[in-house]
């Protein structure tokens, strides 16, 4: 089973930037796919980006040319970049991995991103 940490959540200002990070056990040229997830309190994690093995990057509607998520094979490491941050994007960001099609997903511990109006 891979394990997964992130890091790079913070508070920052409305229309500011944060870098996320997470670091796969693993080769994630292995892995089918990796995306971030978020959620906040009394709501369900949703998707925010991902990456799967031989296609493109998807992303949910709320941060479609705002956010990019990219990774670095090398580093075994998957990237989410924030710009324009909003308050409605405050949440604990979480990274998941399948290492299967079928294969249950795998969650990081998460991290937290406050946006400040």
């Known amino acids: 089973q891979v394990h997964l940490v992130e890091s790079g959540g913070g508070l920052v200002q409305a229309g500011g930037s944060l870098r996320l990070s997470c670091v796969a056990s693993?080769?994630?040229?292995?892995?089918?796919?990796m995306g971030w997830y978020r959620q906040v309190p009394g709501k369900e994690r949703e998707l925010v980006a991902t990456?799967?093995?031989?296609?493109?990057?998807k992303y949910a509607d709320s941060v479609k040319g705002r956010f990019t998520i990219s990774r670095d094979t090398a580093k075994n490491t998957v990237y989410l970049q924030m710009d324009s941050l909003n308050p409605e994007d405050t949440a604990v960001y979480y990274c998941?991995?399948?290492?299967?099609?079928?294969?249950?997903?795998?969650w990081g511990q998460g991290t937290q991103v406050t946006v400040s109006a």
């Open positions: 998941g991995a399948q290492t299967g099609r079928s294969s249950p997903r795998t």
């Open positions: 693993t080769g994630i040229f292995r892995i089918y796919s």
């Open positions: 990456i799967i093995s031989g296609m493109s990057a």
